[in-house]
């Protein structure tokens, strides 16, 4: 492992390391256009320069290999008179229009002018003219004029999504970016280029100009799309999510994440959230407040006779909800209820070799490490829809809407029908919420905290976000109400001290807590 010396401060860094990620990961700051960790080196845009001692000339950082005794200076004069001289070629061409540009506060050409450039142009010829505004694929808006051709976009879709269809087309002077022939920027990864894009060239349709970047506040979340559990910044504005943005974890996602992902942050402010319990009346479900829904569930837990038989009531729980909430949800159903009718639906669907996974929720490894199944001879889910026309099952409490994605899920409906008393908990409106006798309505994964295990046994923190709308609480404050409601309490303050719980009960979450999970989550080994 060579040792040298970067700034006056002695560095030790593992063979083959170039001198601009050693510095890098020891917080040295070396601008750099082209370099991105996850990609391989190009070593077009010359910002890394740096003075090596004993070299002849400038040398770029990021193709560089650390040595022995090599001594290396990122801010000497002449590294510095370097860098003003690549930001004034960078600039020959590009518009100086920050204020109107929808990259202005998280652009690195707008940084680097700022602590690099020169106060004037001695540009006097006339700028290229490029193209403006176009879309070159679904999501993707292409402004060529403020393009560096750093070829990040290019590397990205060679190397990560392997799909090819962005080059650099013509040479020198006339070099720009485009598209290959009756293709577009469309593959599913291909909004990970508006991140990597160092300029304003590659915006999102989706966020291009809803918001200055500067306003909003970045929580560190977990996309809840599917089984991979991709590590996500959730950006906010007066309580409204305005996009998610992938955050680095090298065992999970790296930095990237899927475009269906990104954009299902529209799902917690969409029109259809439930946002007040809500009962049956006649034809009608009207709202209420939550005392009188959760008495309303006691008493129909109760059944006609005024008794709770678990053997006839079921729970299905959901792969939405978080370990704390699967939890709670499995210790009310077999011990206050004193059902062994548990189960969970997972729906699946596209799945590829890169982090969309088959099983399209959150925390369907968790729900099994939460023992969300049928035990001591209790019914699964197909028993369970089977048991209602027989008799067996007169009673479903029903967290999340997964039921209905599964096959034959209209006769599932029907089937749902013929119970004396059914419970649905949702975000959303959905024809499994229109058939309930209650309905309680909870939070998403923005709105709560929790921990979610992805498909790897990777536990990992969600946090909340944005407040939930109306009255809506999350999954295990709804439950931990409703146990009280029935008698038998299990009262938290916060998820928390639930998983200080998982951690005694369950062996594999033993060493399992929040401070230990971190931002980049705890390997258990999961079920």
């Given at each position: ?29 070396i601008p750099h256009f082209c370099y991105h ?56 061409n590009h518009p100086l229009d920050c204020p ?428």
């Amino acid at each position: 492992m060579p040792t040298f010396i970067i700034d006056n401060k002695k560095i030790t860094a593992d063979k083959g390391t170039t001198i601009l990620k050693a510095a890098l990961d020891n917080g040295i700051k070396i601008p750099h256009f082209c370099y991105h960790e996850k990609l391989s080196i190009d070593g077009c845009c010359r910002m890394c320069l740096v003075e090596v001692e004993k070299m002849p000339k400038l040398t770029i950082a990021c193709n560089t290999h650390v040595a022995d005794d090599m001594v290396v200076h990122t801010h000497s004069p002449k590294v510095m008179k370097a860098r003003a001289g690549v930001m004034e070629f960078q600039l020959i061409n590009h518009p100086l229009d920050c204020p109107v540009c929808d990259q202005a506060g998280e652009c690195r050409l707008q940084e680097y002018c700022f602590d690099y450039g020169v106060p004037h142009s001695r540009f006097r010829e006339e700028k290229r003219k490029k193209r403006k505004r176009f879309s070159i694929g679904e999501h993707i808006v292409f402004d060529e004029e403020r393009c560096i051709l750093c070829r990040r976009c290019v590397r990205f879709c060679r190397e990560v999504s392997k799909t090819g269809e962005v080059a650099v087309f013509n040479r020198g002077d006339r070099s720009y970016i485009g598209i290959y022939s009756g293709r577009g920027l469309n593959n599913k990864y291909s909004l990970c280029t508006t991140d990597i894009c160092p300029v304003g060239a590659l915006t999102s349709k989706d966020f291009r100009f809803k918001v200055r970047v500067w306003f909003l506040t970045e929580t560190e979340s977990i996309c809840p799309e599917c089984s991979n559990g991709c590590n996500i910044k959730i950006c906010v504005r007066n309580n409204k999510i305005y996009r998610y943005l992938p955050r680095q974890n090298d065992n999970v996602n790296d930095t990237w994440m899927c475009n269906q992902g990104r954009l299902s942050y529209k799902n917690v402010h969409s029109d259809d959230r439930l946002t007040q319990p809500l009962i049956r009346s006649g034809d009608k479900q009207v709202p209420v407040k939550w005392d009188e829904a959760l008495a309303i569930i006691a008493k129909g837990f109760k059944g006609r006779d005024g008794k709770v038989d678990g053997s006839h009531i079921g729970g299905i729980g959901s792969p939405h909800s978080t370990n704390e909430e699967g939890f709670l949800f499995r210790r009310f159903m077999r011990d206050a209820i004193g059902t062994n009718n548990i189960d969970f639906a997972v729906i699946k669907g596209y799945k590829d070799d890169m982090l969309i996974k088959e099983e399209k929720a959150a925390n369907p490894g968790g729900a099994k490490d939460m023992t969300l199944w049928p035990s001591n001879g209790g019914h699964g889910i197909s028993d369970m829809i089977g048991g209602i026309s027989t008799g067996d099952v007169k009673i479903l409490y029903i967290i999340g809407r997964d039921l209905m994605e599964l096959e034959k899920s209209e006769k599932i409906l029907d089937s749902l029908g013929n119970l004396d008393f059914l419970v649905v908990q949702d975000t959303h409106v959905s024809d499994l919420s229109r058939k309930a006798d209650v309905v309680l309505p909870s939070a998403t994964f923005a709105e709560k905290d929790g921990t979610f295990t992805n498909i790897n046994g990777i536990v990992q923190r969600i946090r909340k976000a944005v407040d939930p709308p109306g009255d809506s609480l999350p999954d295990w404050e709804i439950i931990s109400r409703l146990s009280k409601v029935m008698g038998y309490p299990m009262e938290y303050n916060s998820p928390e001290e639930i998983m200080d719980e998982i951690a005694k009960e369950i062996p594999a979450y033993k060493d399992v807590n929040y401070k230990g999970i971190g931002n980049q989550g705890f390997k258990v080994n999961s079920s």
